[in-house]
């Protein structure tokens, strides 16, 4: 039988490779000062719906929204065993917030048509809303459980998971079709197949109209998913920014340590003494 997936991604800064230049003068991310990078946590949910194909058998589909230079990290998503990948990219959606993102990405589904599960990362490293996955589903009128970290079962129509809650998880059962957001918790993403490497090193992006339906790596404007252009981008966001402060860390005190025990010995003692590990 199979299950039509769809597993939502989101190309961003590395955020724990911040250097000098990241940031703009009117304190925005300088995206260009940046490497990019897969979410972690989409790339997580990538690994689920990977893991149903090879269990289930089924279609994966990966959506992005972003400039042309995302259809790399596209492209990587094919290496690892997807068997579609949509760039949405317009000018139309620069400057989106969540619900702007959460609409267009809406739209582009509706597109699509069928689907049994939608798949997210908990929430994307450069924003850390954990508002879009939850948005998609609202307006695609969806059930959703989020904060998954575990798919116990997935039969006669309906999914069990386990869920993070507070002090603890929850398990839950919902039938399909059905979003689900996961967590890092969830898995250890698989790396990619060289062999597809080599297939997709000179894929590029084309238009719908320029291929034929099954093209693996396809690019969609505001026109081809009917998206409404006053809910996209920056007409279509209600976040608004009031202020913006820059933050500069500065290192007061640093010390080097010899890599002797001794000395790593003397280190914790400190580090103990000083409450900072205990």
Partial sequence: MGFNMIVLMKQVPDTSNVQEGAMKSDGTVNRD???AIINPEDLCALEEALKIKETHGGHITVISMGPLKAEQALKFTLCLGADKAILLSDRRFAASDT???SYTLSKAIEKIGAYDII???RQAIDGDTAQVGPQVAEKLGLNQLTYVFEIVDLSKGHI???REISNGYERAK?????LLTI???????RPPSVKKAMAFKKLSAKEPSLVEADFPLQLWDAEFISAD??????????????KVESVVLKTREKKEIEPTLS???SLMKELIHDHIIG
């Fill in 33 to 35: 000062a940046l490497p």
């Fill in 99 to 101: 619900l702007a993102t």
């Fill in 119 to 121: 798949f997210c990362g």
């Fill in 160 to 162: 069990t998971v386990k």
């Fill in 174 to 178: 919902a039938p399909l079709p059905i």
């Fill in 183 to 189: 967590t890092s918790a969830a898995n250890i993403p």
């Fill in 229 to 242: 252009p006053t809910r996209c981008g920056l007409k279509g966001s209600a976040t608004k920014v009031k």
């Fill in 263 to 265: 000395s790593i010995s």
